[in-house]
Antibody, heavy 125, light 107 residues
């Protein structure tokens, strides 16, 4: 079964750090770009970050640039979101997702499938 | 940034109704448009990619159309399992952006 399983969510104080992980099963991640998307409580979806198939290119939303880092370890069939200097407005459910292409902005349409189950991150003092 | 505007933000419909949701991009995005369905407490599910292609396993009552700036998701003969929130997404340029969502409720 093709799926992504996320982990690492929790409650953290403002200014602290947290690392989310996402591991694939049923397929290998090595040829795909990967994404993190978040959803604040009761709100819509916000794309957070993406990484190309080999980790050579990374992309970020302005709201997290300089604070969050996306990375991948193809040998572990996993990818990560390191979240530093967390703010209360980072509180959300974080979803990992696979892109169906090796990179974004190639001129070809991209789409996300599958998605992980979601991990709740709460930033609160 | 490309803004994605969905309408309506919510609607009420009956079983077997035909439902149409629209999504407008603030600039041309070609066919770089996807549609997702999300149910409460669940991750989004891909329905339509590249504006009009039906994802494997998605019922044929779902269809997508459009290009450039104006797109439509149509659900023919609404079924009980279709009550959910629907999001459009553009992947033409970063930041990748989603519409605000359309909640489809039971009338």
């Amino acid at each position: 079964q093709v799926q992504l399983v996320g982990s690492g969510g929790g409650v953290v104080q403002p200014g602290r750090s947290l690392r989310l992980s996402c591991t694939a099963s049923g397929f290998t991640l090595v040829t795909y770009a990967l994404h993190w998307v978040r959803q604040p409580p009761g709100k819509g979806l916000e794309w957070v970050a993406a990484i190309s198939y080999d980790g050579g290119k990374t992309y970020y939303a302005d709201s997290v640039k300089g604070r969050f880092t996306i990375s991948r370890d193809n040998s572990k069939n996993s990818f990560y979101l390191q979240m530093d200097s967390l703010r209360t407005e980072d509180t959300a459910i974080y979803y990992c997702a696979r892109d169906l292409h090796f990179d974004i902005l190639t001129g070809y349409p991209n789409w996300f499938d599958p998605w992980g189950q979601g991990d709740r991150v709460t930033v609160s003092s | 940034d490309i803004q994605m505007t969905q309408s309506p933000s919510s609607l009420s419909a009956s079983i077997e109704d035909r439902v149409t949701i629209t999504c407008r991009a603030s600039q041309s995005i070609g066919s770089h448009l996807n549609w997702y369905q999300q149910k409460p407490g669940r991750a989004p599910r891909l329905l339509i990619y590249a504006a009009s292609s039906l994802q494997t396993g998605v019922p044929a009552r779902f269809s997508g159309s459009g290009s450039g700036t104006d797109f439509t998701l149509t659900i023919n003969s609404l079924q009980p399992e279709d009550f959910a929130t629907y999001y459009c997404q553009q992947t033409y340029s970063t930041p990748l952006t989603f519409g605000g969502g359309t909640k489809v409720a039971i009338k």
